[in-house]
């Protein structure tokens, strides 16, 4: 199905008193789940109760937003935040909250592409590969005593231990350098 433009007008959903949606623009009943459908491909509806003209609009998303949050492992909506949402009804500023919460999520959407990519599997492939990378280093630097070998080439590190001392400060600055080039 084709994403409608903003230009176009929305679908005209009837809602009947037995709780039946239809779509006058396909006419055919649908369901809930059609209907979030239709707003994940952003086809823009209305909903009219069938007898009296009603706007029931708000009401049916936000059914699907309790039949969604209803649905095991789905939940976008925490405890906490719904808790803080009740509680602006009735309050002085309930009438900014509305505003706020569209800029917050209009903000979000924007940058949801920046967020995928944050959080892509390929990015934490990334840091793990740096990571690795810092810790073979580090093991390349033998920093330890020689009680304990170097893992990588079992060797033990000579010297006095004011020798040793210096070439851990060494291979800690060495690990700083390294730490702060990976963060840049």
């Not at 994403?3 to 959903?13: A, E, H, L, N, W």
């Not at 006058?24 to 491909?41: I, Q």
């Not at 990334?126 to 170097?150: D, H």
Request: aromatic share 8%; charged share 30%.
């Amino acid at each position: 199905m084709a994403t409608k433009t903003r230009s176009d007008k929305p679908t005209v959903i009837k809602k009947y008193a037995n709780r039946r949606l239809y779509d006058t623009g396909r006419s055919s009943y649908v369901t809930l789940d059609d209907l979030c459908t239709m707003v994940k491909e952003e086809r823009d509806f209305v909903v009219y109760d069938a007898k009296t003209g009603e706007d029931l609009t708000r009401s049916v998303l936000t059914q699907i937003i309790v039949d969604q949050e209803g649905k095991g492992g789905q939940n976008l909506l925490p405890i906490s935040f719904l808790r803080q949402l009740i509680g602006y009804y009735g309050d002085s500023i309930q009438s900014i909250v509305p505003n706020y919460l569209e800029h917050a999520l209009d903000s979000f959407s924007k940058n949801q592409e920046k967020f995928r990519e944050m959080f892509s599997v390929s990015a934490f492939e990334e840091l793990s590969r740096q990571n690795m990378s810092v810790f073979e280093n580090a093991l390349k630097m033998n920093p330890w005593t020689s009680a304990f070998p170097n893992p990588l080439t079992g060797g033990k590190s000579t010297g006095t231990d004011a020798d040793k001392v210096q070439d851990m400060k060494e291979t800690i600055a060495e690990l700083q350098k390294e730490i702060d080039r990976l963060s840049k």
